[in-house]
């Protein structure tokens, strides 16, 4: 019997927010996104496991999570 699973990650963008990057300094909108990993079996999404909310700075391309609070009180619509 072969059993076929696995992790699948998505990312849906929530918008733009501005912010300083931590790393480089640069002010500026930074894009905000959604994280979703989940656990597949036969490549069938099944149990979600972790749902995270990053912004990425366009200059030097790093990702910093946030916490939902945070991402309300810059505006963004993190609903659901």
Known sequence: MLVIFGLSRKEWPLGLVSLVCA??????????VRRR????????????????????????GTSRRIARDEARSLGADVSA
């Open 23 to 32: 790393v480089c300094g640069h002010p500026g909108p930074q894009s905000l």
């Open 37 to 60: 990993t989940r656990f597949t079996l036969f490549f069938v999404p099944v149990l979600p496991l972790r749902s995270r909310l990053e912004t990425r700075c366009p200059a030097c």
